[in-house]
C-alpha cells in the first residue's frame, strides 16, 4: 500500500514552486537575484533538454549544441528581422525539432561509440560553418537595447523549465515513457516485447533537440550581443551534461537541482578563485559517475529515507 | 490436435548463414495453434538461430515465415510481438534497472495487448507476477534478483505480450529439479490458456512432460521428428545428441 | 596547379601526425573497448612537455619524444587504475558509454589544469630549423614536418613490430581478440589492459611532442586533435597500425586541398563531413576486413 497523500504533496510543491518563480518578479526588484534565477531556469531547461534523450533514453548525445545553436539562430534572426517574439521562437523550435528528425535518422542507427562522436561532428560542422558565413557579432539595435526589460525573458525562461520538467515527468509514467525505458535498457529484449526501438530513440531525439531549440531561443532573445558560432559551441553540450549528471541523470528533478547547484557554486566560485570552477564540475562530474551514479537528487532521497527502498519510477534508476 | 486447424507457424525452407557457416539450413515445420513443439539438438544445431528468425531478430537469407496465415518474414520484430510472437532468450535479458514489475508492465503496454489503459496494465502485470510466484519481489529491481527469479521474470514479460506463440529457449537450465517441475506445472498452465509454446531444452524430463511433437536439428538440418517418444527411440537422434554422426 | 601541390604535401605531413595521433586512441579502443576522449588533452600534455623542456633547458623536441612518451605513459597507466579499470568488466555498451563519460570529465579536468597551470596562451617551439625547407616537385618541404612525418611512421613501425614480434606484444593482440580466451591461457590480461592504456597515452605524448614543432599548443587543442584522431580511427578501421596511418594522411590531405578549393576555413569542415559519411555507408571504417 502506496501512502496516500504522497502524490498531491509532490503536485503540491511542484506547484507552489512555479507559483513562486511566477512571483518572484513581482516580488523582488533585485536584478542580480532575478538574473541569476533567469540562469537557473534557463539551465533547467537545456538540462533536461539533454536528459530527454540522453537519461530516459540512455543515448549519449554530444552535439546537443547544433539544437541549441539552431534555434537560437533562426530565433534571433527573425526576431531582429521584426517577428513577434513569441513566433520567432515557435519558429526556431519547430526549426530544431526538423532538425533533430532528419539528423536523427540516420545518427540514430550508428552502432556503439559513433552515435555520440557523429552528433559531436555535426555540431562542430554547424559551429565552424556559422562562424565562416556569420563572423560578425550579433548586437540588439539601440532601440531595442533601450527597451530592454529582464522580466519578459524570465517569464519566458520559466515556461521553458516548467514545459521540459513537465515533458520529464510525462516521460516518466506515460506508455512511450515506458517503452523509452526499455529501449534504454536492452533494444533486443524491447523489440520482442514489441517497442520499436528506432521509433522511440527517433521520438526522444525529436523532443529533445525540439526542447534544446526552444531554450537556444530563449537565451537569443535574452543576450544582448554574441557571435552566431557562440551558439553551437561544445560548452552548450557538455554544461548540460555536466549538470544532469551531478543533479541525477534519468530523474525528473535532477536537472533542476544540477542546474541550482552548477549555477550557485559558479557565481561561488568565481568570486573565490577566479575561472577554475570548471576543474571542481570536472572533478565532482568524475565522481557522480564512477561513484554516485544517482546524482544530488539520489544522495537527497537517501538522506530524506534512510534505509527505505525506493518507489518505482521509471528512468529513475542511473544507466550504471 | 496436429492437422485440425490451420497452423499458426509455419517455417518453410528456412536458411541462415554466419559467414561461411549455415546455421540454419532448409529447415521447414510447422505449430499447431495451442500445440507444444520441442525443438531438440546438440549444441550450435542452430536452435536459437531458429528462434532468432521467427521472432525477427534476425533477417534469414532465404526461406519464408508464416505466422497466423500472415507472412512475416520482413518484419521487424516489434511488429511481430504485436500480433502474438513472444519469446525468452538462453541467456537471460531482463531490464536490469527497472523493477520487476516495471518490466512486466511495459510488455503489458505494448505487445499484442497494447491499447488498454495503464491502470489495467498495472493490475495485468501485478496478476502475472503472481502468476509466476514473483508477486513477493514486485518492487525489486530486476538486477537484484537470482537466477530463477529473473528466468521466472522473463517468462511473465514474455506472457504479458499476450502471444499466441510463445517461444522459450532453455527455460529450464540451471534450475533445480523442484523448481524445473514448477516450471513444467506453468508452461502446462499456459498451454492450457491456449498459447502455443515452441520449446529448446536439453532436460529431457521437461521435453517428455511438455511436448506433444519435437523437431530434432543437426548442423542447422532437421534430422527427425515425431513424438517424443518416437524421436528418443530414433537411433540418428541419439547419435546426433553422441556426436557420431 | 603549383599551390594545388604544395597544399596536397603539407596536407600529408600534417596526415602523419592525425595518424600517429590516432593509433593511441584506436590501440585503446581496440584492446579495451573503451573510447577515451580525453586523448587530445593527453596529446596536449605531452605538447606542454617538450615545450617546457625546450623553453626551460633548450630540449629539442626531436629528443623530448622519450620523455614525454615516459610521462604520457605513468599518466595513462594512473588514469587507467584509477578511473577506467573499474570498466574492465563492464558489458560492452555499458563500458563504451561510461568510458566515454569517464574520458570526457577527464578531458574537462585536464583542460582546467592546464590553463591554471600555464594559461591559455598559445606555444609553439621555435627551433634552429624551423625555417629550412627542401625543394619536392615545385613545392617545399618543411624539414621540421618532414622530420615529425618520419618520426611519426617510425614510432609507428615500433608499435607495430612490438605488436607483431614481441611476447607482450603478441599478448595484447590475443587479449584484443578474447580477453576470455587470453586469460584462460595464461596472459595476464588486467596488467595487458593497463599496459595497453599506458601505451596508447605514451603514443599520445610523441604525438604531442611531434606537434608541438609544427603547431600551437594550448589548453584548448584537445577537443580538436581528440576529433582528428576519431574520424581517422573511422577512416583507417580499428587494429591496423599502417590503415590507420594512411587514412591520417588521407585526412590530412583531404583537408588541406578541400581548404584550398573551397576557403580555408572549411578544411575542418570537410575532414568531419567525410567522416560522417564514412560512418553511414561503412561504419566498420574504409580499411577493415570484413
Ligand atoms: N551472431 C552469430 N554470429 C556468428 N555465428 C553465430 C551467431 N549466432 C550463432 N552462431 C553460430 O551458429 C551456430 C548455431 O548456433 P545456435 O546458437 O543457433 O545453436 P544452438 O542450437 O542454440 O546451440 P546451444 O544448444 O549451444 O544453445 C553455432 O555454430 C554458432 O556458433
Ligand atoms: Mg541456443
Redesign the pocket.
Known amino acids: 500500500m502506496t501512502v496516500r497523500g504522497a502524490v498531491p504533496l509532490g503536485a503540491l510543491s511542484a506547484a507552489c514552486g512555479v507559483a513562486a518563480a511566477v512571483l518572484l518578479p513581482v516580488l523582488t526588484t533585485n536584478q542580480a537575484l532575478l538574473s541569476w534565477a533567469f540562469l537557473v531556469l534557463l539551465y533547467t531547461a537545456l538540462a533536461q533538454s539533454w536528459n530527454l534523450l540522453g537519461g530516459f533514453g540512455g543515448q549519449v548525445n554530444l552535439g546537443h549544441a547544433a539544437f541549441f545553436g539552431l534555434g537560437a539562430l533562426a530565433t534571433r534572426m527573425l526576431w531582429l528581422g521584426g517577428a513577434p517574439v513569441i513566433l520567432a521562437l515557435a519558429a526556431g523550435t519547430g526549426a530544431a525539432t526538423a532538425a533533430g528528425i532528419v539528423i536523427g535518422a540516420p545518427s540514430l542507427r550508428l552502432r556503439g561509440p559513433y552515435f555520440a562522436i557523429g552528433t559531436l561532428a555535426i555540431a562542430e560542422i554547424l559551429r565552424i560553418t556559422t562562424g565562416n558565413v556569420l563572423p560578425d557579432v550579433s548586437s540588439l539595435p539601440a532601440g531595442d537595447l533601450a527597451r530592454y526589460a529582464l522580466a519578459p525573458r524570465y517569464y519566458l525562461a520559466v515556461f521553458a523549465a516548467v514545459t521540459i520538467t513537465s515533458a520529464a515527468w510525462w516521460l516518466a509514467r506515460s506508455r512511450f515513457g515506458h517503452g523509452l525505458a526499455a529501449v534504454r535498457e536492452d533494444e533486443a529484449a524491447a523489440e520482442a516485447i514489441g517497442v520499436g526501438a528506432f521509433r522511440h530513440k527517433l521520438g526522444a531525439f525529436a523532443l529533445s533537440s525540439g526542447f534544446a531549440g526552444m531554450t537556444g531561443g530563449i537565451f537569443a532573445y535574452y543576450h544582448v550581443s554574441f557571435y552566431p558560432a557562440f551558439v553551437f559551441s561544445p560548452v552548450w553540450t557538455f554544461d548540460p551534461l555536466v549538470i544532469v549528471y551531478l543533479g541525477g541523470v534519468g530523474t525528473v528533478w535532477g536537472p533542476l537541482a544540477g542546474a541550482a547547484f552548477f549555477v550557485v557554486l559558479q557565481e561561488v566560485l568565481s568570486l573565490q578563485v577566479g575561472e577554475p570552477h570548471l576543474l571542481v564540475f570536472g572533478l565532482l562530474f568524475l565522481v557522480v559517475v564512477i561513484a554516485a551514479p544517482g546524482g544530488l537528487v539520489e544522495a537527497l532521497r537517501a538522506l530524506c529515507r534512510p534505509g527505505a527502498r525506493r518507489p518505482a519510477e521509471v528512468g529513475s534508476p542511473p544507466p550504471a | 490436435m496436429p492437422g485440425s486447424a490451420a497452423p499458426l507457424l509455419q517455417v518453410a525452407a528456412l536458411s541462415k548463414a554466419?559467414?561461411g557457416?549455415l546455421?540454419?539450413d532448409d529447415l521447414s515445420f510447422t505449430i499447431d495453434p495451442g500445440e507444444v513443439l520441442g525443438l531438440l539438438?546438440?549444441?550450435?544445431?542452430?536452435?536459437?538461430?531458429?528462434f532468432?528468425l521467427v521472432a525477427g531478430a534476425l533477417r534469414p537469407d532465404r526461406g519464408d515465415i508464416l505466422f497466423a496465415g500472415r507472412p512475416v518474414t520482413r518484419w521487424p520484430a516489434s511488429r511481430r510481438a504485436a500480433v502474438g510472437i513472444a519469446r525468452t532468450f538462453?541467456l537471460i535479458r531482463v531490464f536490469l534497472s527497472l523493477t520487476a514489475l516495471e518490466n512486466v508492465l511495459v510488455a503489458c503496454l505494448y505487445g499484442r495487448g497494447r491499447a488498454r489503459s495503464p491502470a489495467r496494465a498495472r493490475a495485468d502485470a501485478c496478476a502475472l507476477l503472481e502468476q509466476v510466484g514473483m508477486a513477493h519481489k514486485r518492487d525489486a529491481r530486476a538486477r537484484d534478483l537470482t537466477l530463477g527469479e529473473r528466468r521466472r521474470l522473463e517468462i511473465a514479460r514474455a506472457l504479458a505480450t499476450r502471444p499466441r506463440l510463445l517461444l522459450l529457449?532453455?527455460p529450464v537450465a540451471g534450475l533445480t529439479a523442484t523448481e524445473v517441475d514448477a516450471a513444467v506445472a506453468l508452461f502446462r498452465g499456459i498451454r492450457a490458456e491456449g498459447v502455443a509454446i515452441a520449446l529448446?531444452e536439453?532436460n529431457v524430463r521437461a521435453v517428455r512432460a511438455l511436448c506433444d511433437r519435437v523437431v530434432v536439428?543437426h548442423a542447422?538440418r532437421k534430422i527427425a521428428q515425431g513424438t517424443p517418444e518416437d524421436v528418443f527411440a530414433h537411433a540418428a537422434v541419439v547419435a546426433a545428441y553422441l556426436g557420431r554422426r | 596547379m603549383t599551390v594545388l601541390w604544395q597544399n596536397v604535401v603539407f596536407g600529408a605531413l600534417i596526415g602523419g601526425l592525425y595518424g600517429l595521433a590516432a593509433v593511441g586512441l584506436s590501440l585503446v579502443f581496440g584492446v579495451l573497448n573503451m573510447l577515451n576522449v580525453a586523448h587530445g588533452e593527453l596529446l596536449m600534455l605531452g605538447g606542454y612537455a617538450a615545450f617546457w623542456l625546450f623553453t626551460l633547458f633548450g630540449v629539442d623536441p626531436f629528443v623530448s619524444i622519450l620523455p614525454s612518451a615516459a610521462a604520457l605513459f605513468v599518466v595513462g597507466l594512473v588514469l587507467y587504475r584509477v578511473l577506467f579499470e573499474r570498466l574492465a568488466s563492464a558489458p560492452g555498451e555499458t563500458k563504451l558509454k561510461n568510458s566515454i563519460l569517464i574520458g570526457f570529465g577527464v578531458s574537462l579536468v585536464l583542460q582546467t589544469l592546464a590553463l591554471i597551470a600555464w594559461t591559455a596562451d598559445e606555444r609553439a617551439v621555435t627551433t634552429a630549423a624551423a625555417g629550412a625547407v627542401l625543394p619536392l616537385g615545385g613545392a617545399v618541404v618543411p624539414v621540421v614536418r618532414l622530420g615529425a612525418l618520419i618520426v611519426a611512421f617510425l614510432a609507428l613501425g615500433g608499435l607495430h613490430l612490438f605488436l607483431r614480434r614481441a611476447r607482450f606484444g603478441r599478448a595484447i593482440r590475443a587479449t584484443a581478440d578474447d580477453p576470455g580466451a587470453a586469460s584462460l591461457v595464461g596472459i595476464p590480461v588486467g596488467t595487458v589492459f593497463a599496459v595497453a592504456f599506458g601505451l596508447g597515452s605514451a603514443l599520445a605524448g610523441v604525438a604531442g611532442a611531434l606537434v608541438s614543432t609544427t603547431d600551437a599548443v594550448s589548453p584548448a587543442i584537445g577537443l580538436s586533435w581528440t576529433l582528428k584522431a576519431l574520424i581517422v580511427v573511422v577512416l583507417g578501421g580499428v587494429g591496423h597500425v599502417f590503415g590507420t596511418f594512411v587514412a591520417g594522411v588521407l585526412l590530412g590531405v583531404a583537408e588541406s586541398v578541400s581548404g584550398f578549393f573551397l576557403g580555408n576555413a572549411y578544411r575542418e569542415v570537410m575532414g568531419l563531413v567525410l567522416f560522417l559519411v564514412v560512418l553511414s555507408v561503412r561504419p566498420q571504417g574504409l580499411f577493415a576486413r570484413e
Open positions: 554466419f559467414g557457416l546455421a540454419v539438438g546438440p549444441n550450435g544445431s542452430g536452435k536459437t538461430t531458429t532468432g538462453q529457449d532453455e529448446v536439453h536439428l542447422g
